[in-house]
């Protein structure tokens, strides 16, 4: 096998590693239970008492939500004045603007959903101090609120019948402390001993080889890209992501960061098994997601490895694959791997351009993105995956005319109706939101706004269609990579983008947790023949079938409006 | 309600102490004693800083190996890749001409030959590597311009090329600015 392809199955392969011990490892800490890393309860204790936080408190799904809501709503306005001001505060050495209020907004929003869209770019629109205590205090902080929402998620399958879910703050200050910062720390020290800057310098300059003056942006990242890619953020320090070299060094660190990106999301799903003593559920949910990344991830290697046929025709060599946007030192294969991790678990982090990848490719990318439960983002993708379970459950339970019933809770019409709600509520707001921006690019081109509407588009035809549907969808993915080269930074982008990223965000975390919440409440119906099971290969196959129907209706239409139409005019 | 506003208040001003203060501060600290001092390794000629071993630079002389083609020009203050799709007209237009320019300065090599890096933009605009191919198609070029033997240019490629991680995992790469200051080099003490 060529050294390209053995690299994608050594990152695979040793993500497995971490991953499982890492899921067993999380169940127990969430569960109270002992584990190597107490030493760091006097630290907790610490927030605690200084927050006037009692982690005993126990809290209902109500209150729980209630917390997640009023903390991330705190972020919100905090960050969107900070963002606005950073030009008059410190820590600013290349002396970048302040952002406009439309900016600050969608930034923030961005940033609070773990999403990172970015509609500026790191290098010029942001400071020191707003890349610390807004864009990376974020990355920890969002990433930690979609795990302790799913650990609430655990807690009402945990018991019979429980309505006392734990305390919020308390899974919330764990996810930090005893996963995202020790974790953290080990990726910054690889990264920062590869090449990646950590000193407070502003910007350099030095005379090239050739005699060309040139500026160097720096500033301290490695901090930062650690836990962009750990807690599946995916904002970069630089403007181009992790395609930059002081992002991502070399073929070492692209391995530590896709690694990083997907052993949370695995965990969180390894852990749900341990947790509520469901190990063989946890293993077909696993299956599921896994086989669902092999059947996106293989046919994007092959189509990148292939080259572009457009390029094939002009008579050069391609052994090498397709290299627009890609960097030499990763090559195609590991960029195609990582451009399927990045859109299946919401990080939105890219090694190559993604507008610039195979038609088909693009359709993939999308694709991962639309379902969003192939592993998912931390915590958020078990949870997006537990409402396809609820549709699957109900529409197998009205197959085999027995009572949908989860973990021994039976699913009623309040549930299912919550589950189906949810499950609309992507495919509306993506193909609205194209809708409405390709009306608007059609019908108001001229409209005086930074970037006028006809100049939106990098590329013409069903490419650029592509570019606005990618730039909804990984809005409620909250994923964040885009097909960069549409120009998003404008009144109209960010007002959308930002309002997609909020519905796409909170109601998926809301819903599920109500759902689990009200489940849990229900009184425990033993197993019986009558049961409907949940662990078993065919139910797993029937949550497949599931996921796979609802995103085909719900997408195949646009899909076939973007990047289908690309590949077939690309083929004549 | 009052009561979770307030503990979310003093939950985020402790947090970002640990996560805006202490975290990164460590990391910098660390960091220090890394090959840059955490400012990026720098590449010397002569006793002059010449640029960053992981950024490339624009090369246009024909006696030195070029890098690929880049979307904003080796501009290290603001990456960028093209985010040209793969069937835009004007885009393979683009590349079309660059390989006329390739064969225009390398006449002895074949269409066939450019390995599809040398006429296509990076992602970061940066790329410091060049795949080995695109090293090799120069070697003549570069052998003629410095009237040097092509042998002792194209061992300099080999010893400049990058094999994969430990030999076994991803492709092989070319520093173009390590191996054109090698080139200088080379010059200097022959």
Known sequence: MNTELLGIVATYLLTLVIAIPLGKYLAKVFAGEKVWTDFLKPLE????????????????????????????????VYGFFVLIYQDKLPLNPDGNPGMTPDLSFNTIISFVVNCD?????????????????????????????GIAAAVVFFKAFRDKTSVRLGNFWDFFVKSITRLLLPLSLII?????????????????????????????????????????????????????NSTHPFENPNYLTTVVELIAQ????????????????????????FGVMTIGLFLLLIPTVSSELGGNPALAKMGISQTTGAMEGKEVRFGPAISA?????????????????????????????????????????????ILNYFIYLIIAVFISGLMVGRTPEFLGHKVEAREVKIAALITLLSPFLILAGTAIASYVFTNHGNAAWAVQPQNWLNNPGFHGFSEMLYEIT?????????????????????????????????????????????????????????????????????????????NALSYFPALALGPLAEYFTMLK | MKKYI??????????????????????????????????????????????????????????????????????????????????????????????????????????????????TASGSGLDPDISEQGAIIQIKRVAEQRQLNEKVVAELVVK??????????????????KLNLALDALKKSS
């Open chain 1, 262 to 285: 997907v052993i949370i999301p695995i965990a969180m799903v390894i852990a749900f098994g341990f947790f509520v003593r469901r190990r063989k559920l946890a293993w077909i949910i």
């Open chain 1, 337 to 381: 791997y990582w451009s399927t991790v990045t859109t299946i678990v919401s990080t939105g982090s890219v090694n190559s351009m993604h507008d610039s990848t195979m038609p088909l490719t693009g359709a993939w990318q999308l694709l991962g993105m639309m379902i969003n439960a192939f592993y998912g983002g931390c915590g958020v993708g």
């Open chain 1, 117 to 145: 869209l970015q509609h500026y770019s790191g290098e010029s629109g942001v400071t020191y101090l707003t890349q610390h205590v807004v864009m990376m205090f974020l990355m920890f902080v969002s990433c930690a609120t």
């Open chain 1, 474 to 550: 990984s809005s409620n993915a909250n994923n964040g990579s885009g097909f960069e080269g549409l120009g998003d930074n404008n009144v109209m982008w960010n007002t959308l983008t930002g309002l997609v990223l909020l519905l796409g965000r909170f109601l998926p975390i809301i819903g599920p947790v109500a759902i689990a919440g009200l489940l849990g409440a229900k009184k425990y119906i033993p197993e019986s023949a009558g049961t409907l099971k949940t662990d078993t290969l065919t139910f797993g196959l029937m949550t497949f079938a599931v996921i796979l129907v609802l």
């Open chain 1, 45 to 76: 204790s610490g927030i605690f008492k200084l927050s006037g936080i009692n982690p005993k408190e126990e809290m209902n799904w109500k209150q729980h939500m209630k917390a997640l809501l009023t903390i991330n709503l705190v972020w919100l």
């Open chain 2, 6 to 119: 307030l503990q979310s208040i003093r939950l985020t001003v402790v947090l970002m102490v640990l996560l805006c203060g202490i975290y990164p501060l460590i990391v910098a600290y660390a960091g220090g004693f890394s090959e840059g001092r955490g400012g990026g390794e720098k590449m010397t000629r002569n006793g002059k800083v010449v640029g960053y071993a992981l950024l490339g630079q624009s090369f246009t002389k024909q006696e030195y190996f070029w890098g690929r083609p880049s979307a904003v020009g080796y501009n290290a203050a603001g990456s960028a890749g093209s985010n040209k799709g793969p069937s835009n007209p004007d885009y393979l237009q683009q590349v079309s001409d660059r390989i006329d320019t390739l064969l225009k300065y390398n006449p002895t090599i074949r269409r066939a030959d450019i390995p599809a890096d040398m006429v």
């Open chain 1, 188 to 240: 910054a020290l690889i990264l920062a001993f590869s090449g990646t800057p950590t000193s407070y310098e502003g910007k350099d300059q030095f005379i090239s080889v050739q005699g060309d003056t040139v500026n160097v942006s720096r500033g301290p990242a490695a901090g930062m890209i650690a836990i962009k890619h750990l807690g599946t953020n995916g904002g970069g320090w630089f403007g181009a």
């Open chain 2, 160 to 177: 400049n090329t990058k094999k994969p991680l430990f030999g076994l995992f991803g492709p092989t790469s070319v520093n173009v600015l």
